[in-house]
């Protein structure tokens, strides 16, 4: 069957490290992977959009990695601000529709 | 600000009820998307319209359904409420095809009670 998962621990990190978010998936042939930020009681934010015959993109301190062999995304967060605090969903294009993970919540500490 | 508008914000409707769900789609989009998201879960996607015409459903039941209008917006009717479809609605525009930037709206907030 197919499935997509993220970390299922919560990540907690200090002001100015660097968040990596793991997305593995099976079963999936996605022609792109995306990134989303979620805050509580909102709807998904878009950040990143990353084809599958690309490695890696980055914006501003967001860099996402797409490993098609592996199955697998990181999405790391540099030099991250208490602002970065959120839950980030992976999610996979194939076709006509977006096939998430249950999400990463990041809580960054001052 | 996604341009994606959606309404109502929250409302609790009684197990049997109906409930219809709407949405505007940012200008220029011609695709509306809508996904369930329940507490705790990614979005789960439930239909896709697109020239006012169904253009995929996801694993939901016939009572999950949909219109879209001329001016692309769209609704979200669900009959028969259980209490499993208390969740987070949301819309998603889109211009068609794959690799294009999905914008999302806030989301309706249903609780059946």
């Known amino acids: 069957s197919q499935k997509i998962e993220q970390n299922s621990e919560a990540l907690n990190i200090q002001e100015g490290k660097t968040a990596t978010l793991t997305c593995n998936y099976t079963n999936y042939s996605p022609a792109y992977l995306q990134w989303y930020r979620q805050d509580p009681g909102r709807g998904p934010v878009f950040l990143l959009l990353?084809?599958?015959?690309?490695k890696e993109k980055r914006k501003e301190r967001l860099k996402v990695t797409f490993d098609t062999t592996l199955k697998q995304s990181l999405f790391h967060i540099t030099a991250s601000q208490p602002a970065d605090s959120a839950t980030y969903l992976c999610a996979l294009e194939s076709d006509y529709k977006l096939s998430f993970g249950a999400g990463t919540t990041v809580t960054v500490r001052a | 600000e996604t341009g994606v508008t959606q309404s109502p914000t929250h409302l609790i409707k009684t197990r049997g009820q109906q409930v219809t769900l709407r949405c505007s789609s940012q200008s220029g989009h011609n695709t509306v998307s809508w996904y369930q998201q329940a507490l705790g879960q990614g979005p789960q996607f439930i239909f896709q319209y697109y020239r006012e015409e169904e253009n995929g459903r996801g694993n939901f039941p016939p009572r999950f359904s949909g219109l879209q209008f001329p001016n692309y917006s769209s609704e979200l009717n669900v009959n028969a409420l259980e209490l499993d479809d208390s969740a987070l609605y949301l819309c998603?525009?889109?211009?068609?095809?794959?690799?294009?930037?999905?914008?999302f709206g806030e989301g309706s907030w249903l609780t059946v009670v």
């Open positions: 990353i084809r599958e015959n690309e």
């Open positions: 998603a525009s889109s211009r068609q095809g794959s690799g294009n930037t999905i914008y």
